[in-house]
């Protein structure tokens, strides 16, 4: 994981927030969208989303994605509060 994957994963569910929601303005609604946007930005980005994962993979994958994940979704909601 690097903080600059998990930056632009998390830029990147804020501003999906924004179009899910159809709304800039801070409320906790759209945080609660920024959060899961930015999780699934950051699992898309660390590769745990597959059209197929084998148990073998999915135990090397999983060091990886699941911090890329939280400070995805942690970076996420923490933009859409202060956006």
């Known amino acids: 994981m690097t903080i600059?994957?998990?930056?632009l994963a998390?830029?990147?569910g804020n501003e999906l927030s924004k179009k899910?929601?159809?709304?800039?303005e801070v409320s906790a609604g759209r945080t609660a969208v920024a959060?899961?946007?930015g999780a699934l930005t950051g699992s898309v980005m660390g590769g745990a989303i597959a059209i197929s994962v084998t148990t073998?993979?999915?135990t090397v994958v999983?060091?990886?994605?699941?911090?890329?994940a939280v400070?995805?979704?942690?970076f996420a909601g923490v933009c859409s509060l202060f956006d």
Do not use: Q, R, Y
Not at 4 to 7: G, H, P
Not at 20 to 24: H, Y
């Open 4 to 7: 600059e994957k998990a930056l």
């Open 71 to 74: 400070a995805s979704a942690v």
């Open 62 to 68: 999983a060091p990886v994605v699941i911090p890329l």
């Open 10 to 12: 998390g830029k990147a």
């Open 35 to 37: 959060v899961g946007a």
């Open 56 to 58: 073998v993979g999915a």
């Open 20 to 24: 899910i929601t159809g709304t800039s």
